[in-house]
């Protein structure tokens, strides 16, 4: 095996025309990792923020961009258990997948569901592990119950929608043209609100209120959507499109009983996390081999054009998840 690799690197924060395609020596495995050649790498948001300079890697972690990959593994570090040289996985990684390797904690690391191709394989980890953590875990997401996801043709969105119908909520989502909510309606969604020509706020009220809100938007959502609760409802707030700061009558959540909780991925502990991937396999796993769920596919790009990838994902014209094509 070569000493060196390819890997797309961040060369100053800026926009997607700063990645770059260099050669970087291949890192090595330590007490409980394994490495991984990666075939196709999963593009995210975080790796936008990241390369913009607003969401810095952990201490320990790769500077490269990257949160999730597909790919086999090719050695094991002292201390991890499972995995051998050979096996197909899919992995969550805490940064450096936009290369030809990239090391991970082995319990980070999940086979690849049967009958999916690696392309969707590297398209499963940082969505799957934030919905289950965030809606199954944080949110309590129970079946009958009304469920609102923004942004329901995003990655994030796509994969929550399907989960959520297939243990047995009734799922809301607002996306932002009729494609995206066609799409919403195609994966499970009984209502899809297109943001710009209704209110959300109305239209769960009318439903009786959501029971549970994830959202990514931040900003003026946050007080709107503690009015679009139902009695003792939950909202999850994952990310902030819009900002982290807003106005909010504290008297509403106490008089209503409402709870807001939130989490991001990437901070958790590596036991945190392994044990987040043993939840999804032993329930989730099971209906993606089954082909019950699967991710929602945009497209697929190769190593040296992440820069066009990243300009994809910021149109937000995409529905679904965005791979870079390494091997």
Known sequence: MSRSMRAVEISRPGGPEVLRLVERPIPQPG???????????????????????????????????????????????PGAQRWKAGDAVVALTPGGGYADYVVTHWGQ??????????????????????????????????A??????????????????????????????????????????????????????????AVLKGEGGADLILDMVGGDYIPRNLR?????????????????????????????????????????????KARIAQGLEASVWPLLSAGRVAPVMDSVFPLEQASKAHERMESSAHIGKIVLKVA
């Open 109 to 142: 690391a999940l086979p690849v569901p049967e009958g999916l191709d690696p392309a969707a394989a590297a398209a499963l980890c940082e969505t799957f592990f934030t919905v289950w953590t965030n809606v199954f875990g944080r949110g309590k997401l129970k």
């Open 228 to 272: 679009a609760l139902a009695e003792d409802g939950r909202l999850v707030q994952i990310a902030f499109l819009s900002g982290p700061t807003a106005e909010v009558n504290l008297g509403l959540p106490m008089r209503r009983r409402l709870s807001v909780t939130g989490s991001t991925l990437r901070p958790l502990s590596d036991l945190n």
């Open 31 to 77: 007490y409980g990792e394994i490495l991984i050649r990666v075939d196709y790498a999963g593009v995210n948001r975080p790796d936008a923020l990241q390369r913009a300079g607003n969401y810095a890697p952990p201490p320990t972690a790769s500077d490269l961009p990257g949160l999730e990959v597909s790919g086999h593994v090719v050695a094991v570090g």
């Open 144 to 201: 009958g119950e009304r469920f609102l996801v923004h942004g329901g043709s995003s990655g994030i969105g796509t994969t929550a929608i399907q989960l959520a119908h297939a243990f047995g909520a009734r799922v809301f989502a607002t996306a932002g043209s009729k494609e995206k909510c066609d799409a919403c309606r195609a994966l499970g969604a009984e209502r899809a609100i297109n943001y710009r020509e209704e209110d959300f706020v």
